[in-house]
């Protein structure tokens, strides 16, 4: 199993401040990793895709980068809505085994 | 728009069984491989199984395979899942989510969830 670690647990941001968040791979996953934020209450949203391609509708003020095991979620100036849990997943293998990081919580410093 | 809403999660014991529905809208149903990803109360996301377009080909993670069973009807543009031998492990919010069209393996559209308790 690929084992996805995201550091740090916990991010405390000022609004307007950039916010960047790390997902490692335990072994190369090529650009096959998205990122998905989640809201209190709410289902996850798919935000990047192939390590760096923004979803239709998500603001350019998030970004991805890296490749293989190494990757960076960038939010450049945090909105009061950007204030959520952060989840990588990769998605290298077939058959399925698909596996999350176990999430970045974005709060309001 | 597309819609995926899950019904069918409630409080059961353990070794009971229960049955989750997701009612899709908004797509050719027909054409997308789906999924049941499933998150513990306060913790992570975890994928739980695979279905193909067709439902010819399924997949289930090793935490669950054996007891639960994912299905799908094409024409009634529902998916299933069969969950038996319940136990307390399993108690999560359960997740329908679609996967992206192609060779790329990502969630594009999720449900709002279902909750699933196991408990005596």
């Known amino acids: 199993e690929i084992v996805m670690t995201q550091s740090p647990a916990t991010l405390s941001v000022s609004p307007g401040e950039r916010a960047t968040l790390s997902c490692r791979a335990s072994?190369?996953?090529?650009?096959?990793l998205a990122w998905y934020q989640q809201k209190p209450g709410q289902a996850p949203r798919l935000l990047i895709y192939?390590?760096?391609t923004r979803a239709t509708g998500i603001p350019a003020r998030f970004s991805g980068s890296g490749s293989g095991t190494e990757f960076t979620l960038t939010i450049s100036s945090l909105q009061s809505e950007d204030f959520a849990v952060y989840y990588c997943q990769q998605y290298n293998n077939w058959p399925p085994a698909w596996t999350f990081g176990q999430g970045t919580k974005v709060e309001i410093k | 728009e597309v819609q995926l809403v899950e019904s069918g999660g409630g409080l059961v014991q353990p070794g009971g069984s229960l049955r989750l529905s997701c009612a899709a809208s908004?797509?050719?149903?027909?054409?997308?491989?789906m999924n049941w990803v499933r998150q513990a109360p306060g913790k992570g996301l975890e994928w739980v199984s695979y279905i193909s377009s067709s439902g010819s080909t399924i997949y289930y993670a090793d935490s669950v395979k054996g007891r639960f069973t994912i299905s799908r009807d094409n024409a009634k543009n529902s998916l299933y899942l069969q969950m038996n031998s319940l136990r307390a492990e399993d108690t999560a919010v359960y997740y329908c989510?679609?996967?992206?069209?192609?060779?790329?393996?990502?969630?594009?559209?999720w449900g709002q969830g279902t909750l699933v308790t196991v408990s005596s």
């Open positions: 908004g797509f050719t149903f027909s054409s997308y491989e």
């Open positions: 989510a679609r996967l992206t069209d192609g060779y790329s393996y990502y969630f594009d559209y």
């Open positions: 072994q190369s996953v090529s650009s096959n």
């Open positions: 192939g390590a760096s």
